[in-house]
């Protein structure tokens, strides 16, 4: 039985550990308050006839494979993300979207953020690559003057969608925004998409100096040839990605235990995402498998708005206390995710400095 319960107060030392977040989908931080908004502004017809109505929705322990494991009657979690993004239709809309989680991210202590993008999932229902990029621009850059959060955008490839239509859409943005994102990324449905078809997008993007990740979902079909694929040949030779998203059923198998070790990727781990549909002991057993092992992972949010309102401090919360972590323990964590991250030399000195000072006034 799944214990999807967290502690109900987050401690203040969570709270106010100075943190990286490397994993959170900006469209899965779309809040009802703004979906609401953006629906009216727009002439969106929602189907839900209140505001109440549309909050309720957001409360549903969405099953998010249908393939795996049948129909219970709701929508899947896919189905409830995609659909929230029907009212992002303008840059104003991209913008605000971006700068309501970069506020709330600048309230959770986050230093530096790296957060996935999903413009296919735009540009087909008709939004011009242009307001997508832009209005996301210019939210990474204010973030910075308001809020004091470093930005660096990935733009991830929807994987239930051709890998032409991937490449296509790559060559759009590089062409006339390739400034705007550092890094490419593979996610949404992973059922029978292996990395490797997109092997063509991957090897331009690392021709192009672009830094390269991909989601290895736990528990998905084929999760621990993904892994496997991720860490050593997707990009279509020998040299794998530079960190893997999710991962964690590598705590399934020692040999891919060893495997992300040798080839020194972290990975970027979120527990309530897990722990929503999965029991206690696995998910934080294997966390501690992977701690244990040396493997570095950093902690984040993935999707908050339809995973119950769990952002990056809760997830930490969760960390420290089902996994029995001390202080030391979750100051380690933000380092290895400073490490991990793509952010500037100089950016990562600085938070460096900063957890090495919140470190010694907490054991003082």
């Keep these: 039985m799944t214990d999807s319960n967290v502690p109900r107060a987050v401690s203040a030392f969570v709270a106010a550990l100075p943190k990286v977040e490397l994993h959170v989908h900006i469209e899965g931080t779309l809040t009802?308050?703004?979906?609401?908004?953006?629906?009216?502004?727009?002439?969106?017809?929602?189907?839900?006839?209140?505001?109440?109505?549309?909050l309720a929705s957001y409360a549903t322990m969405y099953n998010h494979r249908r393939e795996l494991h049948g129909d219970n009657g709701l929508p899947t979690f896919l189905e409830a993300y995609y659909g929230g993004m029907e009212v992002l239709r303008t840059e104003d809309d991209f913008y605000d979207l971006a700068m309501e989680y970069f506020a709330k991210a600048g309230e959770m202590n986050v230093r530096y953020a790296d957060p996935f993008f999903?413009?296919?999932?735009?540009?087909?229902?008709?939004?011009?690559?242009?307001?997508?990029?832009?209005g996301f621009e210019r939210a990474g850059r204010e973030a910075k003057e308001k809020y004091g959060i470093v930005v660096g955008w990935t733009m991830c490839?929807?994987?239930?969608?051709?890998?032409?239509?991937?490449?296509?859409?790559y060559e759009a943005a590089v062409r006339d925004f390739g400034d705007v994102f550092h890094a490419i990324g593979l996610d949404s449905n992973e059922f029978n998409r292996p990395p490797r078809l997109f092997a063509k997008v991957f090897r331009r993007a690392r021709a192009d100096g672009y830094k390269?990740?991909?989601?290895?979902?736990?528990?998905?079909?084929?999760?621990?040839?993904?892994?496997?694929?991720?860490?050593?040949?997707?990009?279509g030779g020998v040299e794998g990605t530079d960190r893997i998203d999710h991962g964690l059923n590598i705590a399934d198998q020692p040999e891919l235990l060893a495997l992300v070790k040798e080839k020194g990727l972290g990975l970027t781990l979120c527990?309530?995402?897990?722990?929503?549909r999965l029991p206690t002991d696995w998910v934080f057993g294997s966390i501690r498998k992977?701690?244990?092992?040396?493997?570095?992972?950093?902690?984040?949010?993935?999707d908050p708005t339809y995973m119950h309102q769990q952002w990056v401090t809760e997830n930490l919360g969760k960390v420290m206390h089902y996994c029995g972590f001390q202080e030391k323990d979750m100051v380690k964590i933000q380092r290895n995710g400073v490490a991990m991250s793509w952010?500037?030399?100089?950016v990562k000195e600085t938070i460096l400095r900063e957890l090495d000072r919140f470190e010694k006034q907490c054991s003082s």
């Design 32 to 54: 009802p308050a703004l979906r609401w908004r953006l629906a009216q502004k727009n002439g969106i017809a929602l189907p839900y006839k209140t505001y109440d109505a549309l």
């Design 118 to 134: 999903d413009p296919q999932a735009h540009t087909r229902r008709g939004v011009m690559l242009a307001a997508v990029m832009r």
């Design 157 to 169: 490839f929807l994987r239930d969608m051709p890998p032409e239509d991937a490449l296509a859409t």
């Design 212 to 235: 390269i990740t991909a989601h290895c979902d736990v528990g998905q079909k084929d999760t621990h040839e993904h892994i496997r694929e991720v860490a050593t040949s997707c990009v």
């Design 271 to 276: 527990p309530h995402a897990y722990h929503r």
């Design 290 to 302: 992977v701690w244990q092992a040396g493997i570095p992972f950093s902690v984040a949010s993935d």
């Design 343 to 346: 952010a500037p030399e100089d």
